[in-house]
T-cell receptor
Framework: QQQVKQSPQSLIVQKGGISIINCAYE??????FPWYQQFPGKGPALLIAIRPDVSEKKEGRFTISFNKSAKQFSLHIMDSQPGDSATYFCAASTGTSYDKVIFGPGTSLSVIP | GAVVSQHPSWVICKSGTSVKIECRSLDFQATTMFWYRQFPKQSLMLMATSNEGSKATYEQGVEKDKFLINHASLTLSTLTVTSAHPEDSSFYIC????????????FGPGTRLTVL
């Protein structure tokens, strides 16, 4: 019940296209859903995060869509660029400030010119 | 922004030696830090939660005597890999929670450990 599922495992998108990564969770106590971007040999960096009181959050080219009833959330990257090529992790945690974050298995995104 | 640093960024050691990795929050105080391990093309595996001034909480299956964690201050946590073996070779990443934040974790750049 602590798992966060993520798909696809890998994704190839043409430059200018839309990249979509989907995640699902079981634990209804989760109420904070961040996305992290990780480049090879680097630590993950927080990209965008959402809480269940909103269904969508947009920051620049990155949008999170959240479906509380389905316990699913997704990341959309609009106008994908080669510089977006990285591994993306969705994650979830409960509201307790110091609670651990559960990570999905990751999606390797390649944006080709 | 909130910056977390790690030192060293990479280390090579001989089997049987101990290696210490430092994690520092540079511009904020962090009562809680986390240590992760990541194998190539895999997700982050939480090893332990480090709380300032108290003993670390280890995840199931993580040997606490092998991976010693000390959270000496609000800005520093250390991970010591004792009697390292080749199977301990991995990418170790720390993260810190900003004191006033809502579980917003900031990650360090990671430390690549290679045990020969």
């Amino acid at each position: 019940q602590q798992q966060v599922k993520q798909s696809p495992q890998s994704l190839i998108v043409q430059k200018g296209g839309i990249s979509i990564i989907n995640c699902a969770y079981e634990n209804t106590a989760f109420d904070y859903f961040p996305w992290y971007q990780q480049f090879p040999g680097k630590g993950p960096a927080l990209l965008i995060a959402i809480r269940p009181d909103v269904s969508e959050k947009k920051e620049g080219r990155f949008t999170i869509s959240f479906n509380k009833s389905a316990k699913q959330f997704s990341l959309h990257i609009m106008d994908s660029q080669p510089g977006d090529s990285a591994t993306y992790f969705c994650a979830a945690s409960t509201g307790t400030s110091y609670d651990k974050v559960i990570f999905g298995p990751g999606t390797s995104l390649s944006v080709i010119p | 922004g909130a910056v977390v640093s790690q030192h060293p960024s990479w280390v090579i050691c001989k089997s049987g030696t101990s290696v210490k990795i430092e994690c520092r929050s540079l511009d904020f105080q962090a009562t809680t830090m986390f240590w992760y391990r990541q194998f190539p093309k895999q997700s982050l595996m939480l090893m332990a939660t480090s709380n300032e001034g108290s003993k670390a909480t280890y995840e199931q299956g993580v040997e606490k005597d092998k991976f010693l964690i000390n959270h000496a201050s609000l800005t520093l946590s250390t991970l010591t890999v004792t009697s390292a073996h080749p199977e301990d070779s991995s990418f170790y990443i720390c993260s810190a929670i900003r004191l006033a934040g809502y579980n917003e974790q900031f990650f360090g750049p990671g430390t690549r450990l290679t045990v020969l």
